[in-house]
């Protein structure tokens, strides 16, 4: 009884084969098995508990600390028939119950190993997750890599090349519905001269660039062209909030 726990003023514990152990007198208190002495003291109808337990084929030792096996308890409860013992039973098999059987413990924080068994257990689980994180770590490395590379890169690309990249990620878009969708969403300009040129808004989110270039007519004159191009930060940017976009979709459909 090493790991004998108080919760909500209910003692328990797991035992050698796994069952959780509730203390016979703090369940009798929350079933409401009790009865008021003229003077105001609260006592037990022990008489009563036991006779369900003796119906049960459960002997008890007559021992202060008795316990008993949560499917004693359960039979225990259903002779229980009043509003205190439905709510001491819904804390129980709700909340105490499920969370001894899952962890062994009730745990509200974390607690040091108390014998050499506890320890090992302790270690040995420390290291399988050490295992698991390390490889998730490097099964995510390539992907990482290329999401650093391609956001700290000074290489641009335009909207079509960044639709052509959305289409092998399965992203059913095209140039004509990209610009559609970037104008919609407030990273094009919708009118005027600046018609498809990047907001301030994707300026300052550093998602866009305008790129200037000059070209020389026939005639000799100097044409200043502007074109909106995607910077490395804004590949991953649009590419994420595409593929979430799709994920969400999805769980709304499922």
Same mark, same amino acid.
Request: cysteine-free; glycine content about 6%.
């Given at each position: 009884m090493s790991n004998l726990l108080t919760i909500k003023?209910?003692?328990?514990?797991?035992?050698?084969?796994?069952?959780?152990?509730?203390?016979?007198?703090?369940?009798?208190?929350?079933?409401g098995f009790t009865e008021k002495r003229p003077n105001g003291a609260e006592y037990i109808r022990w008489g009563r508990?036991?006779?369900?337990?003796?119906?049960?084929?459960?002997?008890?030792?007559?021992?202060?600390?008795e316990f008993i096996p949560e499917n004693i308890f359960y039979r225990l409860a259903m002779k229980a028939k009043n509003e205190t013992a439905e709510k001491f039973q819904a804390i129980v098999a709700d909340e105490i119950l499920?969370?001894?059987r899952k962890t062994g413990t009730y745990l509200v924080s974390p607690q040091i190993p108390q014998t050499l068994p506890e320890a090992l257990r302790a270690y040995a689980t420390e290291v399988e997750n050490h295992i698991k994180a390390k490889a998730l770590l490097e099964e995510q490395k390539p992907k990482v890599l290329f999401a650093d590379?391609?956001?700290?890169?000074?290489?641009?690309? @335009? #909207?079509?090349?960044?639709? *052509?990249? =959305?289409?092998?990620? @399965? #992203?059913?878009?095209?140039? *004509?519905? =990209?610009?559609?969708?970037?104008?919609e969403h407030g990273y094009l300009c919708q009118a005027g001269d600046d018609y498809n040129?990047?907001?301030?808004?994707?300026?300052?989110?550093?998602?866009?660039?305008?790129?200037?270039?000059?070209?020389?007519?026939?005639?000799g004159d100097i044409l200043v062209t502007r074109t909106t191009k995607i910077t490395g930060k804004g590949s991953i940017y649009f590419i994420n909030k595409f593929l979430n976009a799709e994920k969400l979709e999805a769980s709304n459909e499922s």
């Open positions: 003023n209910v003692r328990g514990f797991i035992d050698e084969n796994g069952t959780a152990q509730l203390n016979l007198e703090d369940v009798a208190r929350g079933l508990v036991v006779e369900y337990l003796d119906n049960f084929n459960f002997s008890t030792s007559g021992e202060n600390d499920p969370a001894i590379s391609v956001a700290g890169s000074n290489e641009l690309i @335009s #909207v079509n090349q960044l639709s *052509k990249i =959305l289409k092998q990620k @399965s #992203v059913d878009i095209g140039e *004509k519905r =990209l610009f559609v969708w970037l104008r040129l990047p907001t301030q808004r994707s300026m300052d989110l550093k998602v866009m660039e305008i790129k200037k270039s000059s070209i020389t007519t026939g005639k």
